[in-house]
């Protein structure tokens, strides 16, 4: 059969999980970023015009992914490095 694993071994193991979870959905946010801006020179080359409306739009929705991006590099981390559920479990 297979041996009893730790505790502390199952926790290392499900936070290696999350961190790639977690960084997988930053490859989405990468993504999202392109199509964001994808869309902002489609529209710029529609509407020259509205360029400094479009561009300020694309800057903060970019910056809003952006912020979530790090959050989601910080939570990977945390769960790798400095994981703080190994001393929960008995």
């Known amino acids: 059969m297979f041996p ?5 071994g199952f926790v290392l193991g499900l936070s290696a999980l999350a961190a790639a979870l977690v960084m997988g959905v930053a490859l989405a946010i990468g993504i999202g970023q ?4 994808m869309k ?8 020259p015009e509205a360029k400094s409306d ?3 739009t694309m800057v903060v929705g970019q910056a809003v992914t952006e912020t979530t991006g790090i959050f989601a590099f910080i939570i990977a981390i945390v769960l790798v490095l400095a994981n703080p559920f190994i001393g929960m479990m008995q």
Do not use: C, K, T
Request: hydrophobic share 50%; net charge negative.
């Open 40 to 47: 902002a020179v489609e529209g710029v080359a529609r509407q």
């Open 54 to 56: 479009i561009l300020q």
């Open 34 to 37: 392109g199509i964001i801006g």
């Open 4 to 8: 009893l694993v730790s505790s502390e």
